[in-house]
Every structure is written in structure tokens, then in C-alpha cells.
């Protein structure tokens, strides 16, 4: 078959990226340089740069440097113990069980957990410590995005561990390596390529995250997919609310090309 025969194949696919993705880009975009009247502007995109707006931004990277950095430390060393268990399918299935739930159920079910009469608060009251607000913190916030992408991260590195070579290992232990050397010099480097796609695959959505941030975190917590979503659904502003899902898809795309641009430079270096 020649390539114009080929070519046939990736219509549908085109089709879709249009559809699907370039469409409602254009359309944000669109809808970001009108104000609330309706009038033609470009204050939307001034008004993104204001305390306000920066803020939310820093707290948006905050919070998702937050939840990728604690998905990281408590991934790795599962996807490591992982490697060495038997059943590995099975543990593979258990861990992966938990994303075939619908996202907004088990938020709900933390707001039980959590809750004032929830089974945390009861074990506090039992200890003497007496009943505490988890729910509507920063902590409640992390902790249940954690819950919810560390499948996202454990994934990526139990198979980049898989495709270690363990005669590495030995050959460090042959040379004195200590465990924490043998893991510092050889293990960790040879599965960076797994930890930058955990680290993608869960930073670049806890940028956006909007619902999990509202009914665990409430208002302690602003970011900008709760800007977008205020100016969406409360305040009717869609000028301002795609503006900054602009500015939001702007840096999405950023960080993607960055991490596409250091994974070339890992190979080369190879």
C-alpha cells in the first residue's frame, strides 16, 4: 500500500483532533476577548496579570508541585516492592481497580471519611485528641489528590523497573555499592524515564482540577480551574473564565514541550 493509500487511515484521527481539540481551543479564545457586556476587549488578558489571578496561578502550582511530589514518595517505593512480590497481576489489578470508579463518588466518600462524624474523627475522639476540621483544609485537599493520581504515577515507574536489568544490581553489589548507592547510582537513574511520565501524568491534570479542590477543599483552596469555573457557572463571565482556561492551556502546553524537549536530551545522552 503506498503512502497516499495510508494517509486514508489517519482521517478519522485528524477528524477528531479537530473536533475535539483544536475546535474548543479556538473557541476559548474566542470567547476570551469579549467582556462581560459582549463588547470586543483585550482587558481580560490585562486583568489575568493582577494580584488576583497571579495568585491563584502560584497556588495552582503549589498545590499540584504538592500532590506530585507526595504521589512521587509514596509510588516509587510501592512500585519498587511491587517488582519483588508475587502476584504482581494481582497487585497490578488492585491498584488499578480504584480508577474505574467514578471520580465524583469516591470524593464523596472522603467528604464521609473526613466528615465531622466520620470514622477519622470518631478514631480522634476514641484517642482523646477530640474531633478536628480535616475536611475544607489544604491537607484534606492533598491528601484525596493523592488518593486519586497515585495509580497515575505507580504505573509509569513499576514498569520502567520492570525493564531493569538486575544483573546491574549485582554487578554494584560485586563493587561494594551500598543499597542506598546501588539505588542513588543505578536504579533511580535508569528509571527516570518512568518517573517523568508519573510526574507528567499527574502534574498536568492537578493544574486544572476544579472539583475535588471545591467540595474537599471548599474556599480555603483557590486555583485557577475554580476561577474558571466561578466565572462559568456563578459570576457568567465567560470572557474572563476562558481567559484564563487560555492562559491555563497555554501552560499545560509549556510544560509538555519542556518535558518532551528533556526526554530527547536523555536519549541523546544515551
Not at 485528641?129 to 484525596?144: A, P
Not at 462559568?232 to 482556561?245: E, I, K, P, R, Y
Amino acid at each position: 500500500m503506498n503512502n497516499k493509500g495510508k494517509s486514508y487511515y489517519l482521517i478519522p484521527y485528524y477528524l477528531w483532533i479537530a473536533l475535539f481539540v483544536v475546535a474548543p481551543v479556538l473557541l476559548i479564545i474566542y470567547y476570551s476577548l469579549f467582556d462581560l457586556d459582549g463588547h470586543l476587549t483585550l482587558n481580560n488578558y490585562l486583568n489575568f496579570f493582577t494580584p488576583v489571578y497571579l495568585k491563584m496561578t502560584l497556588n495552582s502550582f503549589w498545590y499540584a508541585f504538592l500532590i506530585t511530589v507526595f504521589s512521587l514518595l509514596i509510588a516509587y517505593p510501592a512500585a519498587y516492592l511491587l517488582t519483588r512480590t508475587k502476584h504482581k497481576q494481582l497487585w497490578l489489578l488492585l491498584i488499578i481497580l480504584p480508577t474505574w470508579i467514578n471520580l465524583l463518588l469516591k470524593t464523596y466518600a472522603f467528604i464521609g471519611i473526613f466528615g465531622t462524624f466520620g470514622p477519622v474523627n470518631t478514631f480522634l475522639d476514641l484517642l482523646g485528641i477530640g474531633e478536628q476540621q480535616i475536611l475544607f483544609t489544604g491537607f484534606s485537599f492533598v491528601f484525596v489528590s493523592v488518593y486519586i493520581f497515585i495509580p497515575f504515577m505507580i504505573l509509569p515507574i513499576y514498569s520502567a523497573l520492570e525493564e531493569l536489568n538486575l544483573s546491574l544490581l549485582d554487578a554494584a553489589r560485586d563493587l561494594g555499592a551500598s543499597s542506598w548507592t546501588t539505588f542513588r547510582r543505578v536504579i533511580f537513574p535508569l528509571t527516570i524515564s518512568g518517573v517523568r511520565s508519573g510526574c507528567m501524568a499527574v502534574f498536568i491534570p492537578a493544574l486544572s482540577l476544579f472539583m475535588i479542590t471545591r467540595l474537599i477543599a471548599g474556599s480555603r483552596v483557590i486555583t485557577l480551574g475554580t476561577a474558571i469555573e466561578q466565572h462559568f457557572l456563578v459570576t457568567q463571565d465567560w470572557g474572563m473564565g476562558s481567559t484564563v482556561a487560555v492562559f491555563l492551556i497555554a501552560i499545560m502546553a509549556l510544560f509538555m514541550i519542556l518535558w518532551g524537549g528533556s526526554r530527547k536530551g536523555v536519549r541523546h545522552e544515551k
